[in-house]
Every structure is written in structure tokens, then in C-alpha cells.
């Protein structure tokens, strides 16, 4: 076997079976399914064992979030390359043929993202990778877009975990998800952290998924998602950041984090997204900071022009897309 798909669930027995499903018409064989369940309450663990019972399953004894349950899966794993996949997912039947053929172009890879498609507007994209800004901002690329754009293979900052494929033996190497983060922005972390030791990630067009979106938290934003993705945001570039580079970018991320906060002032999650805040700065220290290495003094370079390009990126796109409503 060459792929794991490592399938984190909570609560999502109505999504199973039509993800289950999408993975048996697959064109590309060589790879097996774990399901790794978050102490679920309604009832997936029962549904999982009398209707897959082919499938391996990891029954959790409470509910410790994303990155531990991946984290489990991937360590118990034994093929060269992992998927990760949201449950509220379909799979076009090319997708794991297309996800190998990807990754395996460079040694280098770490992680290769999906295209994925919003499963009840399949015209529009809901990610075609991640990036990140100096603002602090984690940009979910292409997400509202129509799905003719991002038809060609690329790099991209991080992967987008709900539906991507990892080279395994590099956690080894760099870590593995970080549990402090429970969800939320930690696919953006271990990418960042992947590309300080000179790895890198990338897009392929061709990998299709259709997702749901916020199948296991319920809604785009609520009090829940906003408070642990600002704290969240906090842990993430105070960890990847070497303290020069922080002082250096401190006035951008301070404006990104201001905004961010009025944005959630005008939307009714404002003392969420600042309690999130504080919570991170509280605990930011206690938190495991990538060690700095002059070897990596190139990779940081790189790292840094890309904030810088895709801050830009990020603003020409929305004066596109909000101002002049193209």
C-alpha cells in the first residue's frame, strides 16, 4: 500500500456514507481507510463497525479536536504517503491517482492540496490551497471563485488539511500537527514550519472534492471557530517567527489583528475573536517555537518575500472582487 486516507469524524455518521462511497469507485487502488472517531455521540463508532467493518477504525475516549486525531492515525500508518479528509467530503475517482501522481514529481513535497469545490454550489471553489499574509490573515485561495480559475498546477503557501495529501516521514523530521491548536489554522502551521526546513507544498487542479464546509463545527464563524482561530493565530507566528523577524513584521501583524477584531465587531463575534486573543498571548510562551537554525536563514528569506506577495495578492484580489464586484 502507498496511501493511508486518514479520515477524522465527530459527530458525522450522516457523512460517512457518501464519503465512504466516492473512495470505493476510486481508479487508483493501492491504499486503505482509517477512520480515526473523536468520542462521537451519535452513534458513528456502531455505524462504522456493523456496516465497514473492512474498515480500520481508532475509537478516541473523548474529543481532543483535529490535530490529535490525524495525528494518531498518521502515527499508526505504515504507507509512504497519508491523505487527510474532512468527512463532509465527496472524491472525484481520479483523486487519489491524481494526489500520488503530484506529490511524487519532488522528493521535496511535503504536501500537495485538493481542488475543492463547494458541494452545494459545485460552480463556485471553496479552496484551492492556502496562503498566508503579513497581516496574519490565513487566506483560503480561490474560495467564491468560479471553478474555471486555478486550472494549473502551482505552489501555494500551506495545504488546505481537509483534503490533502503528506510525504509521512517528514513529521518525523519537522513534528507533527500541534495538538495545542485542537483546530483550526493547524494545517497552516505545519506547512509554515515544513517550509522553514526547505520543503515545500503545492496545488493540483486535477484532484477534485466537494465539500460541505463547517460540516463538524456548524457554521462558517460562531463563538466556538472564532475564539480558537484567533488564539490559534497567535500561537502560529509566534512559533514559526524568529523574534527578529516578529519585531520586523509586529506593525502589519498589529493592523491585521486590529481589522480582523472590527470585522468581528460588525459580524457579532467581537469579544470571541478578542478573547481569543488574549488567550494566545497569555500562552504563546508556553507554546513549542520552531527552534532557529542559520541554515535555514534562506528558507526564512523565501518565507518572508511570499508574506509580503501574497499580502498583495490578497488586496488586489479583494478590491477586485469587493469594490469593483468582478
Known sequence: MKVTIIIPNYNGKHFMEPCLKSLAEQTYKDFKILVVDNA??????????????????????????????????????????????NNDTTVDSHYIEAMVKAIEKSPKIFSVSSKMIQMYHPDLIDSAGDLYTL???????GSGRPINNYTKSDEIFTACAGAAIYRRCI??????????????LED??????????????????????????????????????VKLSARN?????????????????????????FV?????????WGKEYKEGLLEGFHNMKEQKKVKFNFLHLGNYFTI????????FAYIKDWFTRKLLKK
Open 135 to 141: 497581516l496574519g490573515w490565513g487566506v483560503c485561495r
Open 260 to 268: 480582523k477584531y472590527l470585522f468581528f465587531i460588525k459580524i457579532g
Open 40 to 85: 462521537s455521540s451519535d452513534g458513528s463508532v456502531e455505524y462504522m463497525q456493523n456496516n465497514y467493518p473492512e474498515i480500520e477504525l481508532i475509537s478516541l475516549s473523548e474529543n481532543y479536536g483535529f490535530s490529535k486525531a490525524v495525528n494518531v492515525g498518521i502515527k499508526h500508518s505504515d504507507t509512504p504517503y497519508v491523505i487527510l479528509l
Open 171 to 184: 513529521f518525523e523530521k519537522i513534528g507533527y500537527f500541534d495538538e495545542n491548536h485542537f483546530a483550526y
Open 233 to 257: 493565530n497567535i500561537y502560529l507566528v509566534y512559533k514559526n517567527m524568529p523574534y527578529i523577524q516578529l519585531a520586523f513584521n509586529f506593525l502589519p501583524l498589529a493592523i491585521g489583528f
Open 188 to 225: 497552516i502551521d505545519i506547512g509554515y514550519r515544513a517550509r522553514i526546513y526547505g520543503y515545500y507544498n503545492t496545488y493540483c487542479p486535477h484532484a477534485l472534492v466537494y465539500h460541505v464546509g463547517s460540516g463538524t463545527s456548524g457554521s462558517k464563524y460562531n463563538a466556538f471557530k
Open 304 to 311: 518572508e518575500i511570499d508574506l509580503i506577495r501574497y499580502t
